[in-house]
């Protein structure tokens, strides 16, 4: 019979009381060598259990005693291996796999799904990154546009970026390397996605009635009595400045930034473009009742002009990007031609924008524009319309508006892209 078993009988009130005293005796006395040693900080080996009283010649009922305590002792040394390695298992692979992606839910994540499209021949996805930088970028960086983001995700709020150009209008590919991390966007070519510096227009603060034309705005130099000299021209100078400056250009393809003589609503500015054949511009829109007011705020004239088909939520933001008139009643629409399409595509690349905080700080920080408000913008235009002071283009110098022809524009502005 083994102690195990003689243990039991004894829990159990069945042994005689010779039997039942030499159990309670070797408790006792193991008992108190066990306490004795813990005192001492002395707990020996398991393996060690027994060795000595069996040299001693102790008793056949203490050597199985032992033998149980020995095994006894080892199972819990082992049960205690085994938690502590999966403790510590466990701790390695929640700071190797969970951490990282725990610590990304505080930062902005250029890689999340925006949305996902399911069509007959298949689905696509977006990532967050693509679709917010498509709407910043026509709002806010003619020229500029991009809508395609590669995301690489190292973890902890950290991302490394490829922003790829699709489509070009001056026939290069520029892409764009970058990395975010913890809600910084840094870009190792900054120049590509640059955005107008100051008010590319001519419409600021010495022009600021939208009622009138820059012409009835646009005065000499006046001296006061001080000798004083107050200038109204805008940023190109005066219409024969522009026009000394466009003949000075060399040849060559230039991005432009024109001033309209006058404010147009959206039709009005388009039967302006198609007569002129200008074809895909970035025009300049008015969102405050001065056009001064947050400067260099616009939209493409072709959706977009971008190359990969992106998605989101059409009914939360409808007309956002090209995609959503591809082929309406079996057309391919891809100019924006009603004043009430530009409308409801302007106040849906703002609303989007507004509900992007994260993303929106973090561009103002790096490339210096869009941190105003949204909302007041979207205002506005819902009550007045789209309202047209300047567009941008690429063109050849001798296709370039003439000052003369009620068109004014920032000569030292343009960047030459050829």
């Known amino acids: 019979m083994t102690f195990r078993e003689l243990l039991n009988l004894y829990k159990a009130g069945s042994l005689d009381e010779a039997r039942r005293r030499e159990v309670e005796e070797a408790i006792d006395r193991e008992d ?6 813990a005192e001492q900080d002395a707990l020996p ?9 069996e040299r001693e010649g102790a008793d056949p009922m ?9 095994r006894g002792i080892r199972r819990a040394f082992v049960r205690l291996g085994i938690c502590v390695g999966a403790v510590l ?78 489509v070009t209008t001056t026939g290069r590919f520029t892409d764009v390397a970058g990395r975010i991390d913890k809600n910084r966007l840094i870009l190792y070519d900054r120049n590509t996605l640059k955005a107008p510096v100051g008010n590319a227009f001519e419409w600021g603060l010495n022009h600021p009635d939208p009622a009138l034309s820059l012409s009835e705005q646009v005065r000499p130099p006046e001296t006061d009595e001080n000798g004083v000299t107050y200038w109204s021209a805008g ?18 393809r ?30 300049a829109v008015q969102v405050s009742e001065n056009p001064s007011y947050a400067s260099n705020v616009g939209f493409s004239t072709d959706w977009g002009s971008g190359g990969n ?59 210096g524009v ?7 913008m979207v205002e506005w235009v819902q009550a007045h319309g789209v309202q047209v002071y300047g567009f941008s283009l690429i063109a050849d110098k001798e296709t370039l508006p003439d000052p003369r022809a009620g068109v004014l524009r920032r000569a030292e502005e343009m960047i030459r892209t050829e």
Request: hydrophobic content about 40%; some cysteine; overall charge negative.
């Open 32 to 37: 108190a060598i066990l306490g004795y040693l």
């Open 370 to 376: 869009g941190a105003a408000e949204t909302e007041p």
């Open 62 to 70: 203490e050597q199985r005693f032992q033998r149980e305590l020995s």
């Open 254 to 283: 230039y991005r432009g930034f024109v001033s309209l003589d006058r404010v147009m609503d959206y039709d009005a500015f388009a039967a302006f473009a198609e007569s002129r054949g200008l074809g895909s511009v970035w025009c």
């Open 89 to 166: 298992l466990a701790a390695l692979l929640l700071v190797q796999f969970v951490l990282p992606h725990a610590a990304d839910l505080f930062y902005y994540d250029p890689g999340e799904i925006a949305a996902v499209h399911e069509g007959e021949n298949g689905g696509y996805k977006t990532n967050r990154m693509s679709l917010d930088l498509a709407v910043y970028s026509e709002l806010f960086l003619p020229g500029g546009y991009r809508e395609n983001v590669n995301v690489f995700d190292r973890g902890y709020g950290t991302y490394d970026l490829i922003i790829i150009q699709n």
């Open 309 to 367: 088909l992106l998605c989101w939520d059409q009914e939360k933001y409808p007309q956002l990007k090209r995609d959503a008139f591809a082929g309406r009643n079996g057309e391919d629409q891809w100019t924006i031609r009603s004043a009430e399409d530009a409308k409801t595509h302007l106040i849906s690349l703002l609303r989007y924008l507004g509900d992007q905080p994260r993303f929106r700080a973090m561009m103002a920080e790096c490339l």
């Open 235 to 252: 940023m190109a100078g005066y219409p024969e400045d522009a026009r000394q400056r466009l003949a000075e250009l060399p040849e060559g």
């Open 45 to 53: 080996e398991p393996e060690s259990f027994g060795t000595e009283i």
